[in-house]
């Protein structure tokens, strides 16, 4: 098997629903670009093992937890120069995922955020407005050594836990490709 490039991780409490479609979006582009996905499970939904078997992830099983703590302990279990947090929403396509990740583990930034389906002129005002925090549904590629560098997520931090690592990057230097990038 080729050297995996990074490790996709969705978390199923947060995707809710959402879940299946979002693994249908990246579970082909984990094939084709030698990720790892994963699924962080804490809820014991008993459909969860089946659905990670359809779309080939692996089921990260992780105390009840805030969603930091999740994230940190299913990262510390997870392969890869590169982590990718599709987000609460779907990512655009596999193909501008693909192409940010690839930027970031070129070098040319340390953190791309990643775009969602959702587009428009008020979306974009909120945006601006939020421009220190993650933007609703977008998700995050970064480096693991920058992931480390700055301590993983806050393990007391629930549903505000990407939106404080994104800060957090920010604030130590890290270069953000921007949203619509």
């Given at each position: 098997m080729a050297d995996i490039t990074?490790?996709?991780?969705?978390?199923?409490r947060s995707a809710g629903s959402r879940l299946p479609r979002q693994l249908a979006?990246?579970?082909?582009?984990?094939?084709?670009?030698?990720?790892?996905?994963?699924?962080?499970?804490?809820?014991g939904d008993a459909r969860l093992p089946r659905m990670a078997h359809r779309y080939g992830a692996r089921l990260l099983s992780v105390i009840p937890a805030p969603l930091g703590q999740r994230i940190?302990?299913?990262?510390?279990?997870?392969?890869?120069?590169?982590?990718?947090?599709?987000?609460?929403?779907?990512?655009?396509?596999?193909?501008?995922?693909?192409?940010?990740?690839?930027?970031?583990?070129?070098?040319?930034?340390?953190?791309?955020?990643?775009?969602?389906?959702?587009?428009?002129?008020?979306?974009?005002?909120?945006?601006?407005?939020?421009?220190?925090?993650?933007?609703?549904?977008?998700?995050?590629?970064?480096?693991?050594?920058?992931?480390?560098?700055?301590g993983g997520c806050d393990p007391e931090l629930d549903d505000d836990a990407l939106d404080e690592l994104l800060e957090r990057l920010r604030a130590c230097g890290a270069r953000t490709r921007p949203t619509d990038a």
């Open positions: 990074g490790c996709i991780l969705i978390d199923a979006i990246v579970a082909p582009l984990a094939r084709a670009e030698s990720f790892s996905l994963a699924i962080i499970d804490d809820t940190n302990d299913a990262i510390a279990r997870s392969p890869g120069p590169l982590l990718i947090f599709p987000g609460i929403g779907s990512v655009s396509s596999a193909e501008t995922l693909s192409r940010l990740a690839a930027e970031v583990a070129a070098g040319r930034g340390d953190v791309a955020l990643l775009p969602t389906l959702q587009r428009g002129p008020l979306r974009g005002l909120l945006a601006w407005l939020r421009r220190s925090r993650l933007p609703r549904g977008e998700g995050l590629c970064l480096s693991r050594a920058w992931f480390e560098r700055i």
